[in-house]
């Protein structure tokens, strides 16, 4: 029970009331909220009688002190009290207990009463105590209890409101007298409310305010009889509010305001709700608001908020949006892009007022219902007085929203309305800025995707850009012949965007291959066209007679048709035509490229070259295939600085995937190469230097040769020692000590016998002997040569800038090879691609700044491994391919240096390997077998017996989970090799875990029955074996666990067997029992009554066991088994540690090492004992 306090009647009141109120007046709003919710169940707890009685007096108090809180000075506690008086009253108004209004207003009377305050009460008191009354009524309409109040009390209600109609409290008031109208029936308002309110609503339009309006609408709308017509003409010459005869009166009382506070009036909304209804959106814009945007000298100090927040409103209310336009007026747009040229200077709450404005009218496409109002809009918001410049100044995409809601057709005209923006025909006043931001719109608009299939269109604007850009014209269509009519072309400021948006143009995709031939010989054809009747004299910038001429070639050569490899043909021709499109860009390596290209297709055309398969196998020689010339061509124009070739590159390497051979590839590969510190961008200017640097290479070889010999020895120390993390810290200052100590040593010993044995004594080389001087000159000349070889110089600037360009050309080479790879690769280059990953990982890993070409890397093998269809058929890969590449991976990755995760990237290579041999034998002529098992059952068998094999568990479990055949090899591996004595126990744990994984693989077992019954009578018979041997020795628990999941499998196995039978269960258990001399845990425990479940057999508890044996048996205090488990948890963490591959840093290694370091000096110390009196110190 709860204290509780006596009254002034000498009633208890219950104190835990008076802790809800504290929680009222936080300045947190959930608080308040929390508090008001547990105060009212708090009152309303128990519908007994007693409950009741209980709550009386609290119900009382609370109550009472509620309407005085409404009254209160601060406004977060008038706002608490408030939120607490609404939710309890509406909480027990159907209730017997609720008060009524009379009742309410008598504590109004006693708790909100100014009388007897006198003259000491001041004016803001005054207003705090109309602002309480206030409240208290709007809590009584709010809650709905005036729904079922008297006629009295109603009017006690009202004359409340209409006193309290004063100054600021005044929108409160209307406020709640506006939720009144909506709450009442007609009879009521006319006949109570109605004659209350009208002495004050029904005066002159002249001295209405933004309050009274909000009420005459909101009363006209729902009681039309009461505010009538009559009551309108008499008061507003019209026979309603919303007439054109109130529009500019209306637009006054909204933008006639003092602070921005206003401008969240109910009125806004109310108002704009009604137009809209109505329908008189536009009217009430161009009558009422335009005039006072228009109006320079008007004193309406935020305007421009104004019109934003109506025009925002409208946007969010408007159904249809036929009248958007009508909102974009003239007025507006000016005032719009006045304050958006100047965005970053306004406030923060005014840019996001705009933004917000933007924002609406994004919003607001999806209800234009008609493609004309797209088109006004779009007219509207790109030209004067507004700008397409717009969309840059507010950062806001309404431009774009815009198109990309419109059909083909309109985007078509919009197209026109930009080309009269680029040729400033119909608006002469338009910027430089605006023409160039007009082009680059237009270019984008080929990419919209409702005019993807009006190739001729889309040709047409092509064509417009490159008159403009590439030739003199002035209307786009026609070139300008005569040399003196240039000067009304287009301005040479704009040209160079009009050419680059040109080129632009040519980026854009095609469906088919034969489209985008179509395409660029419409445009060939056109410029071809433009050349034989003009000449070099059109051309903003000539090319010479010989680029022309491979420009001819290249069309020659593009204007036959064969009809054979129409699609290799096809290929070409792109390529040529785009290169002759480039002679206008770069005219040296587009003429260049042309060359190249015909003579690449002579040479297919010849056929002479051998089968790309037998050159990548066989290794003959002779000419390069045609597709590495291309290979070739390609990498080069990816090294230029053309956002156009890369583009085309890509649209044309996908078509020659099939195509690729192994050594085109190699190409690719050679980019990507890390180990090679030749920069591929520099590799024609460092050929010619060549000869000069042989000489000085020789002579550093040797010092390079026994540097990297210091390295290598100082990386095989760097892994045996674990060192802090404090030493790894200043590392570097201890080199820089290491250099000065060489340094000093060096010149003390050029010094010699000349170096002062004290401070006092110096060297005298006035009586120093010329030679002697001159050895000493050479020494110390030495000496600082060594000093200046040893400190690491910094990279220039020009040196990171070449660095970063050349990072960015590998990028692009890898965009090629994931192209090659989403396009049916061949599998021998993608299995040559696996080994070259694995090749460059470490050198990617170890260097900092290969950090983005090292994702590149990790993203290309994880495509590759995924990959299950080849282009090639896979009769072309021999079945000694396949073993050769495991045997390498096995022995230059998995027993070589290692990186971080390397066993997950060989797991997944092991796994793409096995795809790829099923692949073979399955396809292949005579179904080759690839003998790929038999590697994996040698690298089983190192598992078995080595302590550090090349391959870990989760390798083997993998591929024990595929559907492959080599598993029953695998099987038979483990059964015949993982359970014999000399095989350690942690390897018979993980034999039996592997076994287990194979049983589970019921897709493989159940594919051959035969083979399963054989395989399955394999294991049991050495399961029996291995149980019997360990019944003499001893078992860790952990084999006892593998062992019993394992008998558990092969149980559920049995039935699907041809021969369930084949299984000796009652050997198996009678075995199995004569393991249990230890302690289980309670999961191995599980385990093992499951079995004897399933077997029959009456399982033996440890303390059973225990009471049989007398004791567990112990070694030197510790059981049997425990060494061995202890070996098997050292041997898990060696796992552990060997999956992360060097991922785990040095300070664990070393924690751990010293971890194993203690558990074999305890296993030692407990087996000395009792040999500690024994000495041997004198025994010689």
């Given at each position: 029970?709860?204290?509780?306090?006596?009254?002034?009647?000498?009633?208890?009141?219950?104190?835990?009331?008076?802790?809800?109120?504290?929680?009222?007046?936080?300045?947190?709003?959930?608080?308040?909220?929390?508090?008001?919710?547990?105060?009212?169940?708090?009152?309303?707890?128990?519908?007994?009688?007693?409950?009741?009685?209980?709550h009386?007096?609290?119900?009382?108090?609370?109550?009472?002190?509620l309407?005085?809180?409404v009254?209160?000075?601060?406004?977060?506690?008038?706002?608490?009290?408030?939120?607490?008086?609404?939710?309890?009253?509406?909480?027990?108004?159907?209730?017997?207990?609720c008060?009524?209004?009379?009742?309410?207003?008598?504590?109004?009377?006693?708790?909100?009463?100014?009388?007897?305050?006198?003259e000491?009460?001041?004016?803001?008191?005054?207003?705090?105590?109309?602002?309480?009354?206030?409240?208290?009524?709007?809590?009584?309409?709010?809650?709905?209890?005036?729904?079922?109040?008297?006629?009295?009390?109603?009017?006690?209600?009202?004359?409340?409101?209409?006193?309290?109609?004063?100054?600021?409290?005044?929108?409160?008031?209307?406020?709640?007298?506006?939720?009144?109208?909506?709450?009442?029936?007609?009879?009521?308002?006319?006949?109570?409310?109605?004659?209350?309110?009208?002495?004050?609503?029904?005066v002159?339009?002249?001295?209405?305010?933004?309050?009274?309006?909000?009420f005459?609408?909101?009363?006209?709308?729902v009681?039309?009889?009461?505010?009538?017509?009559?009551?309108?003409?008499?008061?507003?010459?019209?026979?309603?509010?919303?007439?054109?005869?109130?529009?500019?009166?209306?637009?006054s009382?909204?933008?006639?305001?003092?602070?921005?506070?206003?401008?969240?009036?109910?009125?806004?909304?109310?108002?704009?709700?009604?137009?809209?209804?109505?329908?008189?959106?536009?009217?009430?814009?161009?009558?009422?608001v335009?005039?006072?945007?228009?109006?320079?000298?008007?004193?309406?100090?935020?305007?421009?908020?104004?019109?934003?927040?109506?025009?925002?409103?409208?946007?969010?209310?408007?159904?249809?949006?036929?009248?958007?336009?009508?909102?974009?007026?003239?007025?507006?747009?000016?005032?719009?892009?006045?304050?958006?040229?100047?965005?970053?200077?306004?406030?923060?709450?005014?840019?996001?007022?705009?933004?917000?404005?933007?924002?609406?009218?994004?919003?607001?496409?999806?209800?234009?219902?008609?493609?004309?109002?797209?088109?006004?809009?779009?007219?509207?918001?790109?030209?004067?007085?507004?700008?397409?410049?717009?969309?840059?100044?507010?950062?806001?995409?309404?431009?774009?929203?815009?198109l990309?809601?419109?059909?083909?057709?309109?985007?078509?005209?919009?197209?026109?309305?930009?080309?009269?923006?680029?040729?400033?025909?119909?608006?002469?006043?338009?910027?430089?800025?605006?023409?160039?931001?007009?082009?680059?719109?237009?270019?984008?608009?080929?990419?919209?995707?409702?005019?993807?299939?009006?190739?001729?269109w889309?040709?047409?604007i092509?064509?417009?850009?490159?008159?403009?850009?590439?030739?003199?014209?002035?209307?786009?269509?026609?070139?300008?012949?005569?040399?003196?009519?240039?000067?009304?072309?287009?301005?040479?400021?704009?040209?160079?965007?009009?050419?680059?948006?040109?080129?632009?143009?040519?980026?854009q995709?095609?469906?088919?291959?034969?489209?985008?031939?179509?395409?660029?010989?419409?445009?060939?054809?056109?410029?071809?066209?433009?050349?034989?009747?003009?000449g070099?004299?059109?051309?903003?910038?000539?090319?010479?007679?010989?680029?022309?001429?491979?420009?001819n070639?290249?069309?020659?050569i593009?204007?036959?048709?064969?009809?054979?490899?129409?699609?290799?043909?096809n290929?070409?021709?792109?390529?040529?035509?785009?290169?002759?499109?480039?002679?206008?860009?770069?005219?040296?390596?587009?003429s260049?490229?042309?060359?190249?290209?015909?003579?690449?297709?002579?040479?297919?055309?010849?056929?002479?070259?051998?089968?790309?398969?037998?050159?990548?196998?066989?290794?003959?020689?002779?000419?390069?295939?045609?597709?590495?010339?291309?290979?070739?061509?390609?990498?080069?124009?990816?090294?230029?600085?053309?956002?156009?070739?890369?583009?085309?590159?890509?649209?044309?390497?996908?078509?020659?995937?099939?195509?690729?051979?192994?050594?085109?590839?190699?190409?690719?590969?050679?980019?990507?190469?890390?180990?090679?510190?030749?920069?591929?961008?520099?590799?024609?200017?460092?050929?010619?230097n060549?000869?000069?640097n042989?000489?000085?290479?020789?002579?550093?070889?040797?010092?390079?040769?026994?540097?990297?010999?210091?390295?290598?020895?100082?990386?095989?120390?760097?892994?045996?020692?674990?060192?802090?993390d404090?030493?790894?810290?200043?590392?570097?200052?201890?080199?820089?000590?290491?250099?000065?100590?060489?340094?000093?040593?060096?010149?003390?010993?050029?010094?010699?016998?000349?170096?002062?044995?004290?401070?006092?004594?110096?060297?005298?080389?006035?009586?120093?002997?010329?030679?002697?001087?001159?050895?000493?000159?050479?020494?110390?000349?030495?000496?600082?040569?060594?000093?200046?070889?040893?400190?690491?110089?910094?990279?220039?600037?020009?040196?990171?800038r070449?660095?970063?360009?050349?990072?960015?050309?590998?990028?692009?080479?890898?965009?090629?090879?994931?192209?090659?790879?989403?396009?049916?690769?061949?599998?021998?280059?993608?299995?040559?691609?696996?080994?070259?990953?694995?090749?460059?990982?470490?050198?990617?890993?170890?260097?900092?700044?290969?950090?983005?070409?090292?994702?590149?890397?990790r993203?290309?093998?994880?495509?590759?491994?995924?990959?299950?269809?080849?282009?090639?058929?896979?009769?072309?890969?021999?079945?000694?391919?396949?073993?050769?590449?495991?045997?390498?991976?096995?022995?230059?990755v998995?027993?070589?240096?290692?990186?971080?995760?390397?066993?997950?990237?060989?797991?997944?290579a092991?796994?793409?390997?096995?795809?790829?041999?099923?692949?073979?034998?399955?396809?292949?002529?005579?179904?080759?077998?690839?003998?790929?098992?038999?590697?994996?059952?040698?690298?089983?068998?190192?598992?078995?017996?080595?302590?550090?094999?090349?391959?870990?568990l989760?390798?083997?479990?993998?591929l024990?989970?595929?559907?492959?055949?080599?598993?029953?090899?695998?099987?038979?591996?483990?059964?015949?090799?993982?359970?014999?004595?000399?095989?350690?126990?942690?390897?018979?744990?993980?034999?039996?875990?592997?076994?287990?994984?194979?049983?589970?693989?019921?897709?493989?077992?159940?594919?051959?029955?035969?083979?399963?019954?054989?395989?399955?009578?394999?294991?049991?018979?050495?399961?029996?074996?291995?149980?019997?041997?360990?019944?003499?020795?001893?078992?860790?628990?952990?084999?006892?666990?593998?062992?019993?999941?394992?008998?558990?499998?092969?149980?559920?196995l049995?039935?699907?067997?041809?021969?369930?039978?084949?299984?000796?269960?009652?050997?198996?258990?009678?075995?199995?029992?004569?393991?249990?001399?230890?302690?289980?845990?309670?999961?191995?425990?599980?385990?093992?009554?499951?079995?004897?479940?399933?077997?029959?057999?009456?399982?033996?508890?440890?303390?059973?066991?225990?009471q049989?044996?007398?004791?567990?048996?112990?070694?030197?205090?510790?059981?049997?088994?425990?060494?061995?488990?202890?070996?098997?948890?050292?041997?898990?963490?060696?796992?552990?540690?060997?999956?992360?591959?060097?991922?785990?840093?040095?300070?664990?290694?070393?924690?751990?090492?010293?971890?194993?370091?203690?558990?074999?000096?305890?296993?030692?110390?407990?087996?000395?004992?009792?040999?500690?009196?024994?000495?041997?110190?004198n025994?010689?």
């Amino acid at each position: 029970m709860k204290p509780k306090t006596e009254g002034k009647s000498g009633k208890l009141l219950d104190k835990t009331v008076f802790k809800f109120f504290e929680k009222l007046i936080n300045q947190d709003e959930n608080i308040r909220l929390r508090g008001a919710s547990e105060l009212i169940q708090f009152l309303c707890a128990g519908n007994d009688g007693s409950a009741e009685d209980k709550h009386e007096k609290e119900r009382a108090y609370a109550l009472k002190r509620l309407i005085r809180g409404v009254g209160s000075n601060n406004h977060t506690s008038r706002a608490g009290f408030f939120t607490a008086l609404v939710g309890y009253l509406q909480q027990v108004k159907e209730s017997d207990h609720c008060p009524s209004v009379t009742e309410i207003f008598k504590l109004v009377k006693s708790e909100l009463s100014d009388t007897d305050k006198g003259e000491e009460d001041t004016q803001q008191t005054k207003l705090e105590l109309r602002v309480g009354k206030v409240s208290v009524c709007g809590a009584i309409i709010n809650s709905g209890l005036i729904e079922n109040a008297s006629d009295m009390e109603l009017q006690t209600v009202l004359k409340a409101l209409k006193k309290g109609m004063y100054k600021m409290v005044t929108p409160l008031a209307i406020m709640y007298l506006s939720e009144l109208v909506q709450k009442i029936d007609t009879k009521k308002f006319t006949k109570v409310l109605w004659p209350v309110i009208e002495p004050v609503v029904n005066v002159p339009k002249a001295e209405h305010t933004m309050d009274t309006i909000y009420f005459l609408l909101a009363a006209s709308s729902v009681h039309k009889k009461s505010v009538n017509q009559k009551f309108f003409e008499s008061n507003f010459n019209a026979p309603h509010l919303i007439h054109e005869e109130n529009y500019e009166f209306l637009a006054s009382l909204l933008w006639d305001i003092k602070d921005t506070l206003t401008i969240n009036h109910p009125l806004y909304d109310f108002l704009i709700e009604q137009l809209v209804k109505q329908n008189k959106v536009g009217e009430f814009w161009a009558q009422g608001v335009d005039p006072i945007l228009v109006d320079e000298g008007s004193t309406h100090r935020f305007k421009d908020l104004v019109a934003l927040r109506v025009f925002i409103t409208i946007l969010n209310k408007l159904e249809d949006g036929s009248s958007i336009p009508d909102l974009l007026s003239v007025a507006f747009l000016e005032m719009l892009m006045k304050k958006v040229k100047h965005f970053t200077q306004l406030s923060e709450d005014v840019r996001d007022l705009y933004q917000e404005a933007f924002e609406s009218l994004n919003q607001s496409y999806s209800k234009i219902k008609t493609e004309q109002t797209k088109l006004a809009i779009f007219e509207k918001l790109v030209t004067s007085p507004s700008s397409i410049l717009i969309e840059k100044y507010a950062s806001n995409k309404i431009v774009q929203n815009l198109l990309s809601t419109m059909t083909g057709e309109s985007v078509k005209k919009a197209a026109t309305i930009l080309e009269k923006i680029i040729l400033a025909t119909d608006h002469p006043e338009v910027l430089n800025t605006e023409r160039i931001h007009a082009v680059q719109a237009l270019q984008k608009m080929l990419s919209n995707r409702n005019v993807t299939t009006e190739t001729e269109w889309r040709t047409n604007i092509v064509k417009f850009l490159l008159n403009l850009g590439l030739f003199y014209s002035s209307d786009g269509k026609k070139v300008l012949k005569n040399t003196k009519n240039h000067s009304a072309a287009i301005s040479a400021e704009l040209a160079p965007t009009m050419k680059s948006a040109f080129f632009h143009c040519l980026e854009q995709r095609h469906a088919k291959l034969a489209d985008e031939k179509a395409f660029l010989l419409s445009i060939v054809n056109h410029v071809q066209d433009i050349l034989q009747s003009t000449g070099n004299k059109a051309l903003r910038v000539q090319i010479s007679d010989e680029h022309l001429k491979h420009w001819n070639r290249m069309y020659a050569i593009v204007q036959t048709k064969e009809k054979k490899d129409k699609k290799l043909n096809n290929v070409f021709h792109i390529l040529l035509m785009y290169m002759g499109l480039h002679l206008f860009s770069d005219p040296e390596l587009a003429s260049s490229s042309i060359a190249e290209l015909e003579s690449v297709m002579k040479r297919v055309k010849s056929k002479k070259a051998s089968s790309k398969m037998d050159i990548a196998q066989n290794g003959k020689s002779g000419e390069p295939e045609w597709i590495e010339v291309v290979i070739d061509l390609f990498l080069n124009l990816m090294s230029q600085n053309s956002h156009l070739l890369r583009t085309v590159i890509g649209h044309i390497f996908p078509h020659l995937a099939g195509e690729m051979t192994l050594t085109a590839f190699n190409q690719i590969l050679s980019v990507i190469n890390l180990k090679d510190k030749t920069n591929p961008l520099t590799a024609g200017e460092s050929e010619g230097n060549e000869e000069e640097n042989d000489d000085k290479m020789d002579e550093d070889s040797s010092d390079s040769d026994e540097d990297s010999n210091g390295n290598e020895s100082d990386d095989a120390n760097t892994e045996n020692e674990s060192d802090d993390d404090e030493d790894e810290q200043f590392s570097g200052d201890d080199e820089d000590d290491k250099v000065t100590d060489k340094m000093r040593m060096a010149i003390q010993t050029a010094l010699g016998g000349a170096n002062p044995e004290t401070d006092t004594e110096s060297v005298d080389l006035d009586n120093m002997a010329e030679e002697e001087g001159r050895k000493l000159d050479e020494a110390l000349a030495a000496a600082f040569k060594m000093y200046k070889q040893s400190k690491k110089t910094k990279p220039t600037k020009a040196e990171e800038r070449l660095e970063t360009t050349l990072t960015h050309f590998r990028m692009r080479v890898f965009d090629l090879i994931d192209v090659y790879l989403k396009n049916g690769p061949n599998m021998v280059i993608c299995l040559e691609l696996m080994l070259y990953i694995f090749e460059m990982l470490p050198v990617a890993i170890k260097e900092t700044k290969h950090k983005q070409i090292l994702d590149r890397y990790r993203h290309v093998f994880n495509s590759l491994v995924k990959i299950k269809n080849f282009n090639v058929d896979v009769k072309d890969v021999s079945a000694e391919q396949l073993p050769q590449i495991l045997t390498d991976l096995m022995e230059k990755v998995a027993k070589g240096s290692s990186f971080p995760e390397k066993n997950q990237y060989i797991l997944k290579a092991c796994q793409f390997i096995v795809i790829c041999s099923e692949l073979i034998e399955k396809n292949g002529e005579g179904k080759k077998s690839t003998n790929i098992h038999k590697i994996f059952g040698t690298y089983l068998k190192e598992f078995i017996i080595e302590r550090n094999p090349a391959l870990t568990l989760n390798i083997f479990q993998t591929l024990l989970r595929m559907n492959w055949s080599g598993n029953w090899y695998l099987a038979k591996i483990l059964t015949d090799n993982g359970f014999k004595k000399e095989v350690r126990t942690v390897r018979k744990t993980q034999s039996l875990s592997l076994l287990r994984e194979f049983v589970r693989n019921r897709r493989l077992v159940t594919s051959n029955p035969a083979a399963a019954q054989e395989t399955v009578k394999s294991i049991v018979a050495n399961l029996n074996s291995f149980m019997k041997e360990a019944h003499q020795s001893s078992i860790s628990q952990n084999e006892f666990n593998e062992l019993a999941q394992l008998l558990l499998e092969l149980h559920v196995l049995e039935r699907q067997l041809p021969d369930p039978k084949n299984i000796p269960w009652q050997q198996i258990g009678n075995n199995l029992q004569k393991l249990r001399n230890f302690n289980l845990n309670s999961q191995i425990m599980n385990n093992y009554l499951r079995l004897c479940k399933l077997l029959q057999l009456e399982p033996i508890k440890n303390s059973e066991r225990v009471q049989k044996n007398g004791s567990k048996p112990k070694v030197n205090g510790k059981s049997a088994h425990s060494d061995s488990e202890e070996e098997e948890k050292e041997e898990e963490n060696d796992v552990e540690e060997s999956k992360s591959n060097g991922s785990v840093k040095r300070k664990k290694k070393s924690n751990s090492m010293k971890q194993k370091r203690l558990k074999k000096e305890e296993r030692l110390k407990a087996a000395s004992q009792g040999l500690e009196a024994v000495s041997f110190i004198n025994v010689e």
